[in-house]
């Protein structure tokens, strides 16, 4: 499992191409369900959006899964050995599996996988943290492998929660510009039938895969970033989920005779705006905090957000165990904002521009379109900034570009949000190893002392121990304030009264098993 980012929430009706089979015919069980942006890729090592993730959470299976409880299960790996000293471990592999081919899944698959991932010239931007200190893997059969690190480290077998490619496809050849980047080979419930890019992704059972049957036929992802069709549709029963607005929850629970219904439950994950820290405005702390203070949280939780939000405090959420109360959130608080900014040599012109040594204090923040909650959002932190002093213009721009730039670390500001896994190590977001664009640390955040506890941190296996130290990484990521830290979101969600055997988790309705491959759909009207 991987962190991934994706829209807080994205806001003309659309109306969609048919969806059934022929008319004339028994209409076959189609899915229909949303895409927020473009998929950039599908190959399942180097994605990191939402629009990926859901998509291949129905093309492949993991080595080891989390189920709705958020504890590993088998995947494809029906055995998995730890040695005593906690740096071997031993996976053997389901017996027979297969590709969508029908060629077996190996531990030759494995084994390329992992030293793909490993590989330096390997974008994995989301994993590859995860395999600090590898030092080799081992065919041992066909169905084992062995994986060796030079040094154990706390909560290790969470990497292991790792798709596989096929070591024939991409043995050898350059894996950004693999053909199978853009069509995967399922060992999955389905298989990827076509993708008519910009607007749709269709998958169908996969005949070779040797698990429960979906009942659904097809499912068919459409791309559809504004936020009121895709509503339209759901509402039309043309789509039949979808992530929703407060507004529209609302609207959805006032009207009993709705095609769909509200879903709300705690996500792990969190909003938040991002500072290249190495750009010159941003480097002091004081900056940065002053940027969090000026901003009314509390009323855009209220507001915006309809009470399901509240402020963060920093990366780790409620719901993870590391999780500090004692660390209160920045509070808003204008005039102690506007004293650190005279601090840090920003100061008000006559024309009430803040400004240091000539420059004014201005920048740019990229917004990806389809999130309506952003949008707005980012207008009233534009208003707040410009009543300081602060000239903040926003640059919109689609899905797939926007995260393409904050991959690379190629941007000034940017609002984001992650939706994070099990797994607390902060390292893979905040260590100075991790800059973009070799890892996640796209704020190319540093602090030595941050460091070195993030280095603690993945050697203590005493929970109590860790805790403390967490503690103290906490208070130092409070301090420094490398983003701002926004909200801690509730999920809100849209599915249609037809969808069955819908189920929940912290990772979401999709990223743990089995996931979206149960569902159903009930009886109803299946638009044609």
């Known amino acids: 499992m991987i962190s991934r980012r994706f829209l807080a929430t994205a806001a003309a009706a659309l109306l969609f191409a048919g969806c059934g089979g022929p008319k004339g015919k028994h209409p076959e069980s189609v899915v229909q369900r949303r895409l927020e942006g473009e998929p950039r890729t599908l190959n399942p090592i180097l994605a990191t959006t939402d629009p990926e993730n859901v998509v291949l959470a129905l093309v492949v299976r993991n080595l080891l899964e989390y189920d709705e409880n958020l504890k590993l299960v088998p995947g494809l790996a029906e055995r998995f050995e730890v040695s005593p000293d906690l740096r071997t471990f031993t996976l053997t592999l389901r017996d027979g599996l297969r590709w969508e081919d029908g060629s077996p899944v190996t531990s030759e698959d494995v084994a390329a996988t992992i030293r793909l991932l490993v590989d330096p010239k390997t974008p994995a931007l989301s994993r590859k943290s995860y395999w600090d200190g590898f030092e080799r893997v081992e065919v041992l059969d066909r169905r084992t492998a062995r994986v060796v690190f030079r040094e154990a480290y706390a909560e290790r077998d969470l990497a292991f929660v790792l798709p596989i490619l096929p070591a024939a496809d991409f043995v050898g050849r350059d894996v950004n510009t693999n053909p199978r980047n853009r069509n995967p080979l399922a060992n999955g419930p389905y298989r990827l039938a076509r993708w008519d890019a910009g607007r749709t992704l269709e998958l169908v059972l996969n005949t070779q895969y040797d698990g429960p049957r979906p009942e659904p036929e097809r499912v068919v992802f459409r791309v559809v970033p504004e936020n009121a069709s895709a509503y339209q549709a759901l509402l039309s029963g043309e789509l039949h989920e979808m992530r929703v607005s407060y507004e529209q929850k609302t609207r959805l629970d006032a009207d009993a005779g709705a095609a769909a219904r509200s879903l709300v439950f705690d996500d792990l994950g969190y909003t938040y705006v991002a500072w290249r820290n190495d750009f010159p405005i941003f480097s002091s702390p004081k ?68 400004r240091r040594d000539g420059k004014p204090f201005a920048f740019t923040l990229l917004l990806g379109t389809g999130s309506e909650l952003q949008r707005q959002i980012v207008e009233v932190i534009q ?80 929970r109590g121990e860790a805790r403390k130290l967490y503690g103290q990484l906490l208070r130092i990521l409070h301090e420094d304030e490398p983003v701002t830290f926004l909200h801690y979101t509730k999920a809100r969600w849209g599915i249609s009264k037809r969808l069955e055997n819908v189920r929940t988790s912290p990772l979401g309705l999709f990223l743990f098993w089995p996931g979206a491959s149960a569902w159903r759909l009930g009886p109803g009207h299946a638009p044609l």
């Open 383 to 462: 208003q707040s900034f410009r009543k300081a002093g602060i000239e903040m213009t926003v640059r919109p721009m689609e899905w797939a570009a926007f995260t393409a730039k904050v991959d690379e670390g190629d941007y000034e500001a940017a609002i984001l949000a992650y939706s994070l896994d099990p797994n607390p190590d902060l390292a893979v977001y905040w260590h100075s190893s991790q800059k973009a664009p070799k890892g996640w640390n796209s704020a190319g955040y540093s602090n030595p002392a941050a460091d070195a506890l993030m280095d603690r941190l993945r050697t203590t296996f005493d």
């Open 287 to 354: 900056v940065r905090r002053a940027l969090t203070m000026l901003i009314d949280r509390e009323t855009i939780a209220r507001t915006l957000y309809g009470g399901l939000a509240t402020p963060a405090s920093g990366p780790i959420p409620p719901g993870l165990w590391p999780y500090d109360p004692s660390i209160a959130p920045w509070p808003f608080d204008p005039k102690q904002a506007e004293g650190l900014l005279d601090e840090a040599g920003f100061r008000r012109g006559t024309d009430g521009i803040r």
